[in-house]
């Protein structure tokens, strides 16, 4: 059976996973209503949607769904049982500038999945020697009119000062 997800979205109650899905042997679109068992607002988010991926009743149906985007939506019922609306929710794990995030203010398992995601994003975009584009040796020139940063390390010191 050939199956390829076309959207996926989370059901309050009960706690489900919606997956919409085209069959390809068919060319019928289809939706899937997966209950998510077993859950609480304490639960982990990357081990239950693990446990989903890999089910025996839900993996072809899942293939084409990154395990990022289960987190994701776990993330998403748990907060709703914690209490926080969707909207919440989603600002809540969307970053405005992943550049400016501190991360060694985040829990430990939000940073491994920020970690996972930025291995995810390096893999994406990792150029190997197999690749049709790769190119040895790679030089690029950077412009000079960018704004740099000052230290006082760059300062230049007299010797009488140490």
């Not at 919409?20 to 609480?40: A, D, G, Q």
């Not at 809540?92 to 291995?119: F, I, T, V, W, Y």
Request: proline share 4%.
């Amino acid at each position: 059976m050939s199956i390829v997800a076309k959207q996926c979205g989370v059901k309050f109650i009960p706690p489900s996973i919606i997956l919409i899905y085209e069959n390809k042997n068919t060319s019928k679109m289809r939706k899937r209503i997966i209950p998510v068992r077993n859950f609480s607002q304490y639960s982990d988010c990357n081990q239950a949607a693990e446990r989903m991926k890999h089910h025996v009743r839900h993996s072809v149906y899942l293939e084409s769904v990154s395990l990022a985007q289960l987190e994701r939506l776990h993330l998403i019922l748990r907060d709703h049982l914690q209490g926080l609306s969707l909207d919440q929710s989603l600002a809540a794990h969307r970053g405005s500038d992943p550049n400016d995030e501190d991360l060694n203010k985040l829990s430990d398992e939000e940073l491994n999945r920020r970690k996972a995601q930025m291995d995810e994003l390096f893999e994406r975009n990792r150029r190997r020697k197999e690749d049709p584009d790769f190119v040895y040796d790679l030089e690029v020139e950077f412009p000079e009119n960018s704004v740099r940063e000052t230290c006082s390390w760059d300062e230049e010191q007299s010797d009488d000062e140490f």
